[in-house]
């Protein structure tokens, strides 16, 4: 894969719904401009803005794309059975494709550790001022390059 500017790539599994869903806005773009209705005008632009909200990792965009295609289509379903085969075409994978990538909208935002760089991190001794890589009071050697 190509190198991204966003510090953090798009997992692959994600892709899957970008697609379904930059597909899916086209379409109901060009079908509000063909019978100028506003619902699929609607429908479209929100298609765009969550591949957008998806692409640049927004967390609001996860919560709206679970949403759409997990309880609000099932209420669908249920209101018309008939739907089921476009439900299990499109929005199943963009379901399963989303909820496979949380970690990219909910891991690696918390700091890593919470260690103080400037205490020693075995015998708690304060290392401010150092001019050699290790521990004046235990002995400790450190990687950092002093
Ligand atoms: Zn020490």
Same mark, same amino acid.
């Given at each position: ?10 997992? %692959?599994? /994600? ?5 379904? &869903?930059? #597909?899916?806005?086209?379409? *109901? @773009? $060009? ?51 008939? %739907?089921? /085969? ?5 929005? &199943?994978? #963009?379901?399963?494709?989303? *909820? @496979? $990538? ?45």
């Amino acid at each position: 894969m190509s190198s991204t500017t966003t510090e953090r790539s798009i997992p %692959g599994v /994600l892709w899957i719904a970008v697609v379904i &869903l930059g #597909v899916s806005g086209l379409i *109901l @773009l $060009s079908l509000a401009l063909a019978r100028s209705n506003g619902r699929h005008l609607l429908a479209g632009l929100v298609c765009f803005a969550l591949v957008v909200g998806l692409c640049l990792g927004h967390r609001w965009a996860y919560v709206l794309a679970v949403f759409f295609h997990g309880p609000l289509t099932l209420i669908v379903i249920v209101l018309n059975p008939r %739907g089921m /085969l476009s439900v299990l075409l499109i929005n &199943l994978p #963009v379901l399963v494709s989303v *909820l @496979l $990538s949380t970690s990219y909208f909910f891991g690696t935002q918390k700091p890593r550790a919470l260690v103080n760089p400037l205490v020693c991190p075995r015998c708690g001794y304060t290392l401010l001022g150092l001019t050699v890589p290790r521990c004046p009071e235990c002995g400790q050697q450190f990687d950092i390059p002093m």
